[in-house]
């Protein structure tokens, strides 16, 4: 059993920045890929971001792209998406899953960008 723990969901205001975290736990094989999706009141999960080990590709959503960056540290089960240039329709609790045998999801952090 693999438990991911996502942090670092806050309020914070248009134009600011948010580093969140997301940890896994419970497992020493091979952690392959991280990525992050959101989910908005009233509107569907949508992908955010995506990173394979040893950052052999990493996509990320047209919506977040130039503002986002992801990041993993495999060795350490961790990973990061720092949100820069934060804008209001970024409000959502935004979700972590790791690839370690099989997929695993976090409970997700909420992140609110408002005056």
């Known amino acids: 059993q693999v438990h991911v723990v996502e942090s670092g969901g806050a309020l914070v205001q248009p134009g600011g920045s948010l580093k969140l975290s997301c940890t896994a736990s419970?497992?020493?094989?091979?952690?392959?890929?991280m990525g992050w999706y959101r989910q908005a009141p009233g509107k569907e999960r949508e992908f955010v971001a995506d990173?394979?080990?040893?950052?052999?590709?990493?996509g990320y959503a047209d919506s977040v792209k130039g503002r986002f960056t992801i990041s993993m540290n495999d060795a350490e089960y961790t990973g990061y998406l720092q949100m820069d240039s934060l804008k209001p329709e970024d409000t959502a609790t935004y979700y972590c899953?790791?690839?370690?045998?099989?997929?695993?999801w976090g409970q997700g952090t909420q992140v609110n960008v408002s005056m």
């Open positions: 990173i394979t080990k040893g950052a052999e590709f990493i």
């Open positions: 419970g497992s020493r094989s091979s952690m392959d890929t």
């Open positions: 899953y790791v690839y370690i045998d099989r997929t695993w």
